[in-house]
């Protein structure tokens, strides 16, 4: 009914727009009576083999939803429902920031794909914090880990990026079960910057030196983009090892516009921003077993790009991937996709 009815019509409207219509219809079913037990009833499905620990954590299942979706920890409660192992949300900034201009979200119907030049649209990081914490605390539906995507303020130079992380760190601590760090974003000028080995490993390390003085540290990941060549990649295995984080998220989304089945007059009309989807599919999952294979298997990887099959999870698993995310494939396929990628992982 989702594809063949709802997507049609949805797919006719603004992108940004039909997001902040969906997400509010899912808070609006919630508050129906009996609503959360039967979206929790169709969409969550358990099985012990799906069931992974990784970087010290227990996830019920390996399917996540990707950073981008829930940027300021909005609809965990609702999102919890629909059958994912855990939830990403942001990237948020210390302070808040509006983002970049409208329209900035841009689909690829042709290709499955989206383009997105959001910039770091969001609340800041302690409002996300308030949040989080007060679903922990009054959550009563399936268990699922929370992660907190972090970055710099657009009008924070790079010289001064690593006092942004720490304050989203210091904020969101206790919020979250796990950190990423987003510095692969293409949409804030200067980030990617960050990826080179010197800035990078100044930063990773004062993240886990901070971490190293709590009582329980928290998992400490980093998010690369799929642009990276084979010796920046080797850069990062070299920054894993020396900075000691728990693992990498692969892949961000790409710069490249090779290969798109939609029309090039029409990318361009789109203009700038990150490629998501089908498109990144292919170039994340070689990421995935470079990592993987160069490294020995030394760091988890948690894998995302082009994932709206349970084959297409079983791709990233078998390439090194400890776990995945989805995000537009969510768009495309419907807020079944977690369930039915975790029923064709147990049955393939």
């Known amino acids: 009914m989702y594809k063949r009815i709802l997507l049609p019509i949805l797919f006719r409207f603004d992108a940004e727009k039909v997001h902040y219509f969906a997400t509010s219809a899912l808070q609006i079913a919630h508050k129906i009576p009996g609503m959360a037990a039967l979206l929790r009833w169709l969409f969550t499905y358990r099985h012990p083999s799906l069931e992974r ?201 790409t710069i490249s516009r090779d290969g798109l089945q939609t029309p090039p007059e029409t990318v361009a009309q789109m203009g700038a921003g990150g490629v998501s989807g089908k498109p990144v599919a292919s170039r994340s999952t070689e990421v995935i077993r470079y990592l993987h294979t160069r490294s020995s298997g030394a760091f988890p990887i948690i894998g995302v790009g082009g994932i709206q099959t349970a084959a297409d999870a079983r791709e990233k698993l078998d390439a090194g991937a400890s776990l995945v995310q989805i995000y537009t494939g969510f768009i495309y396929e419907g807020p079944g996709l977690a369930s039915a990628i975790c029923r064709g992982l147990v049955n393939d």
Not at 209 to 233: F, H, V, W, Y
Request: proline share 7%; hydrophobic share 35%; aromatic share 8%.
């Open 53 to 253: 620990t990784v970087f010290g954590l227990r996830f019920p299942n390996p399917v996540g939803l990707a950073a981008g979706f829930d940027k300021n920890g909005e609809w965990v409660s609702e999102l919890s429902n629909l059958g994912f192992g855990f939830i990403e949300i942001g990237t948020v900034t210390p302070r808040p920031q509006p983002g970049n201009d409208k329209p900035r979200l841009f689909r690829l119907k042709a290709d499955g794909g989206l383009i997105n030049r959001m910039g770091f649209n969001n609340k800041g990081a302690g409002p996300a914090a308030g949040r989080l914490r007060f679903f922990k605390t009054n959550h009563r539906g399936p268990a699922v880990l929370i992660g907190g995507n972090i970055g710099k303020n657009k009008d924070t130079p790079n010289e001064a990026a690593t006092d942004d992380y720490l304050r989203c760190f210091r904020d969101l601590y206790d919020a979250v079960d796990y950190f990423v760090v987003n510095v692969s974003s293409p949409n804030t000028p200067g980030l990617r910057d960050l990826q080179e080995r010197a800035p990078l490993t100044a930063l990773l390390g004062r993240l886990q030196g901070e971490n190293s003085l709590k009582r329980q540290p928290k998992p400490i990941l980093l998010k690369i983009a799929p642009d990276l060549t084979d010796s920046q990649l080797d850069d990062i295995i070299a920054i894993v090892a020396e900075t000691g984080i728990a693992g990498v998220i692969a892949t961000n989304t």
